[in-house]
């Protein structure tokens, strides 16, 4: 499944899977183990050289109008 391969929620949101956010992290060398979402997002985000404000509280402020985790980001 690619990385960009989301379902929709009720709202009509963009949200990506737990399964595909593990692969995800899986594709990057990323041991997920028992990490939680926030935290395995946010795993990805610095692997991939971005920012990792996941869930931070500056979904606001951050600037990343185009991150894959915008819609459930906090």
Do not use: P, Y
Not at 43 to 72: H, M, P, V
């Amino acid at each position: 499944m690619m990385l960009r391969d989301v379902i929709t929620d009720m709202m009509g949101e963009r949200v990506m899977k737990l399964d595909e956010i593990r692969e995800r992290a899986k594709q990057l060398n990323i041991r997920a183990g028992k990490m939680k979402k926030a935290d395995l997002v946010r795993a990805i985000q610095q692997a991939e050289g971005n920012e990792s404000c996941f869930d931070s509280g500056k979904a606001a402020t951050c600037g990343q109008d185009n991150c894959l985790w915008r819609e459930d980001c906090d």
